[in-house]
């Protein structure tokens, strides 16, 4: 199935993000809704949770009845010309189950990012929907985009420790998925090391150095709005990731910072 020709002259590219609600707008919908605007996209948005967060605290997690999830992508999809789509959290398995039965028919560039851990270290997938991501949602998928716990959970939990792991690691999973995986290593010491291995084996390597001092969450939600934005402009899957990496990099950089109270008072003493 493709989408209807349907279009507004002179209107930006569109994509659909299917994820969970960050109330503090760091993650999820709200920094994909920031990227695609900041990339001259349009983004639409299926919620499939809502989440009480702050950078470093999870405290309540709300899926959203799976009927609802399936409508908004399916009025979505048959009412827009959507060029791209990225998943984010997913949550469960019915939520899994119910996108792959939406997202099945459409000839779509697909990037999944596999959201299971947040920053703060909560839970944001159950156990039991990582069968369901690789079975019905993965076969679906142009690119998947895991930070190195994702990936270690995909791979029956063997750490990736060091940079030299991290290619073994995409070329396994791609050879699993049978698609382009990006391995994202920002969490390891040293530089910031990316991979990615496309779905005929091509691989391809950034390195850049670590920001210090930074804390921030929603760095992979953001990366993969930007190469799904990217990819609706119509760029080549490389230079999708390189631009989605140069965004994040430099949105790091200039992250936003609010002094506390105390912080405040300190500064007036």
Known sequence: MENDSRHVLNAPPVILTVAGSDCSSGAGLQTDLKTAHNLG???LTAVTCVVSEIPGQ???IQEIETGLVADQVRLCLSSFPVKAIKTGMLYSPPIVNVLAAELY???LPLVVDPVMIATAGTPLMRKEAIE???SELFPLATLLTPNLDEAAALL?????TSPDQLKDAASEMVYRYKCAVLLKGGH???????VLIDSEGKTYEWARPKLQGVYTHGTGCTLSAAITASLAKGMPLALAVETGLDFVYK???NYHRWLTPQQIDALNV
Do not use: F, N, T
């Not at 029956?156 to 990736?160: H, L, Q, T």
């Not at 390891?188 to 990316?194: E, I, K, P, S, Y």
């Open 41 to 43: 996209v349009y983004a």
């Open 188 to 194: 390891l010491d040293g530089v910031c090391r990316d």
């Open 58 to 60: 999870v405290r309540g």
């Open 156 to 160: 029956d939990g063997a750490p990736i």
């Open 132 to 134: 369901v991501y690789e």
């Open 251 to 253: 949105a790091i950089a």
């Open 105 to 107: 028919e459409w000839k």
